[in-house]
């Protein structure tokens, strides 16, 4: 099972960005996926995750400006990020929960990360 994550590079500040995450491979189900940034001189954090049926859930720094969304059939998931701010700056990371079809095991999956840059 792999993750490929792509759509980061540089963008202004008020800007905007669509991240996209798809999944390949072995695949029985794939349950929660979600999306976390790592800083410069910072932990991991949790951006906003999403369950199989479409509930998402943010934190509040990006509330009302990031939207998560996913395409079942594509096994896809996306971060629409607005607005972004210098403080968005970081590595994204897509993650997904996943049940593996050959071996019927269930483990969390990450991306490899994808840049984003918000500077003018």
């Known amino acids: 099972v792999q993750l490929q994550a792509s759509g980061g590079g540089l963008v202004q500040p008020g800007g905007s960005l669509r991240l996209s995450c798809a999944a390949s491979g072995s695949i029985f189900r794939i349950n929660a996926m979600g999306w976390n940034r790592q800083a410069p001189g910072k932990q991991r954090e949790l951006v906003a995750t999403?369950?199989?049926?479409?509930?998402?859930n943010y934190a509040d720094s990006v509330k009302g400006r990031f939207t998560i969304s996913r395409d079942n059939v594509k096994s896809t998931v996306y971060l629409q990020m607005n607005s972004l701010k210098p403080e968005d700056t970081a590595v994204y990371y897509c993650n997904a929960d996943i049940i593996n079809r050959a071996t019927m095991s269930r483990g969390n999956y990450w991306g490899q990360g994808t840049h984003v840059t918000v500077s003018s």
């Open positions: 999403i369950t199989s049926d479409g509930r998402s």
